[in-house]
Nanobody
């Protein structure tokens, strides 16, 4: 019933900028948090940034000062502004949401988007 759709990935040169967006849709009752994870080839998925419904944020040390996460609670969207990107930022970026469904309001689910490729290379 719930779908998370990412957009904005692509090829970017080192030092450049990129904006990733994610929209959640479906029978959603509430969303407590939305965030971005990434997975490089041969490595496990890691947290990049997360924002709660109260607008508190948390960033991985590797992206602090370079990336900015924001959320529009009225539209169930989250955006990741990536600045001064580095080759090590390369990977598949996944949108994540912690939410409750309209049909099951006493349980919190974790949903993932399909992923969008980000490649930082000259």
């Amino acid at each position: 019933q719930v779908q998370l759709v990412e957009s904005g990935g692509g090829l970017v040169q080192p030092g450049g900028s990129l904006r990733l967006s994610c929209a959640a849709s479906g029978s959603i009752f509430s969303i407590s948090a939305m965030g971005w994870y990434r997975q490089a080839p041969g490595k496990q998925r890691e947290l990049v940034a997360v924002v709660t419904s109260g607008s508190s944020t948390n960033y991985a040390d590797s992206v602090k000062g370079r990336f900015t996460i924001s959320r529009d609670n009225t539209r169930n969207t989250v955006t990741l502004e990536m600045n001064s990107v580095k080759p090590e930022d390369t990977g598949v970026y996944y949108c994540n949401a912690r939410l409750r469904l309209q049909t099951v309001t006493n349980f919190e689910y974790i949903y993932w988007g399909q992923g969008t490729q980000v490649t930082v290379s000259s």
